[in-house]
């Protein structure tokens, strides 16, 4: 017996048996979705009833409001119908008419306490009340409106002893109506007083009208939010009220409700589901300023939905934990022919066999075990052909070394082919030009010694200077050579430090002006745009005959041209003409095309030269 529980307990490990683990997937899905389910059809349950509940509160509220309005209205269109049979009888002055119209009408409607008629000018002309016969009423509102249009407002009479100690009046309803004659001329006002009694009794009779089960509480009030019609400890008191806060919501599970929902909570400190009626419709409530509001405590509501909400999940729950047990039941059965695979894979592990137990079948478990059996037989076959391939791969690996050291002597090789024409555009830039220099010297030297014998000790001076000169030269080119500027300083200062000593040495006027992000630009092909800078001024210096020379480095295009133009206002040339022995514009072509430089010559016989550099900067970036 103990040995079987270890056993048992080996089979519900997920972590020896794929069908526990499938298993206890499943209830864990089922309880998932069972709790999960509990909640969002509670929380259906719950919005449906309160949203049910709401529509029921606002069509009781129209309910109410249009009880109210179509009583109001047929009182004061009966004091309309009295305004325009009384029309006749105060054009003719006519009092006993007057009179006997008004008291036919106090009989039709009891509830009024009194009705009276006054003249235009606010003169009570008749009224079954005759204690207010000829008193004025001109400074009343409800006169004033009267005039316009048939009226309803509230008011309050003093006009008992006991009121007039008390300083507490009785409410009443003022209902009035112009008196129209011909042409629409406004003749006089029909008043009449309506008791609060009427009011109070209508109330009740709509109380009466709602059924018992269905009753809701409902508040009428007035303009100035008192409550007139409620509740018996609400009434007299005013109507204020406030959104319930977070937490009262969430103990009530109501966080996430509709916001078309209006609850409220009161100054009693309860929460309540409120609905209003709507009062487009109540054109007598409106002119009373009157609202009908029906409330009911929201932990009624809450208290019947917790009731569904724990019905459902436990019928949830008890139908997640059958399809729990019967998933474990299958899973088990399911694995089995899965778990023959896997005895047989860790015999194959161990030595003790050399194939793998396909299960008979088509099903999942048959392909797996085929498929095993399969990966077994073909693994030495793969072994082989893995080996043949790293032989292949060191074959190739051998290849490419040799290959890659070619390639690299070709390197060195055209890095030294570089170099040497480097030197030798260097040498051209001095030794050249120097040696130039020296045989121009010399020509002058022999014609002077057959012409001018006596200008030749004047002239060696010039020969000596010019061979002093090529001499300081060379040995520049040379310093050039071990020492870089460029590299040193950058391009835009070694230009303006180049060109300052250019204006001292030729006397020329030299302007330069650089672009602040090009003034450290010091990599390899700036060094090729200096050299190419010092061939245009050296011809500016020996051929030009100028007067004033310009230097311009500075970034075009898009920001990653960078360009630069020397220019003068020298004697000029024919760029396409050739000037056999010169190699200056040859030497400067060469070096923007190892740069990948655009160079333009722009010059004109008596106009001048202008030299142009555009290099393309790729990103943009200068460093």
Known sequence: ???????????????????????????????????????????????????????????????????????????????????????????????????????DVRRSFPDIVWISAADADGQIIASTDAGVIGGNVYQYTWFSQGFIVAWIEEGMSFDHPEYARTGEGRRFLKLTAPISGEGGAILGVVAARLSWDWVLEL??????????????????????NVIRIGPPELVGKHWQESAPDTATLGDFGLAGMSPDLALHRLDEGRSYLVARARQDDNESLQQLGWRVVVIQPLSELVDLSTRVQWQIAIILLSLGLLAALLGLSLARRLTRRVRVIASSADDVLAGTATQIAVPAGEDEAARLGAALERLLRTLQQERDELKQLNIELDRRVAERTREIQRLAEEARYSAVVRERLKIARDLHDTLAHSMMAMLTEIRLLKKLAETRPEALAEELVEAEKAAHQGLQE??????????????DVGLGVALQDHLRLFADRTGLRCDFACDPDLATFSEERAETLFRIAEEALRNVERHAGARNVTLKLQMAGQGNVLHMGISDDGVG???????????????????????????????????????????????????
């Open 573 to 623: 040339f024919e760029p396409a003409s050739a000037y056999p022995g010169h190699y200056g514009l040859v030497g400067l072509r060469e070096q923007a095309q190892l740069i990948g430089a655009e160079l333009g010559i722009l010059s004109l016989p008596g106009q001048g030269t202008r030299v142009s550099v555009a290099l393309h900067l790729g990103d943009g970036s200068v460093t």
């Open 203 to 224: 109330a009740r009779g709509i109380n009466r009208s709602m059924s018992a089960a269905a009753r809701e509480d409902w508040l009428l009030l007035d303009r100035d």
């Open 1 to 103: 017996m103990s040995g079987r529980i270890p056993a048992l307990l080996r089979h519900l490990n997920p972590r020896y048996s794929l069908s526990a683990a499938i298993g206890w997937l499943i209830f864990g899905l089922a309880l998932t979705l069972a709790l999960v389910a509990a909640a969002l059809v509670g929380q259906i349950v719950r919005d449906g009833l309160i949203q049910q509940r709401s529509l029921r509160l606002t069509s009781a509220a129209d309910h109410i409001a249009a009880e109210f309005d179509l009583a109001l209205s047929l009182r004061l269109q009966s004091v309309s119908i009295s305004a325009a049979m009384l029309s006749n009888d105060i054009r003719s002055n006519d009092h006993a008419r007057l009179q006997g119209v008004l008291a």
């Open 474 to 487: 060379a040995r520049a080119a040379i310093a050039q050579i071990r020492y870089n500027p460029v590299r």
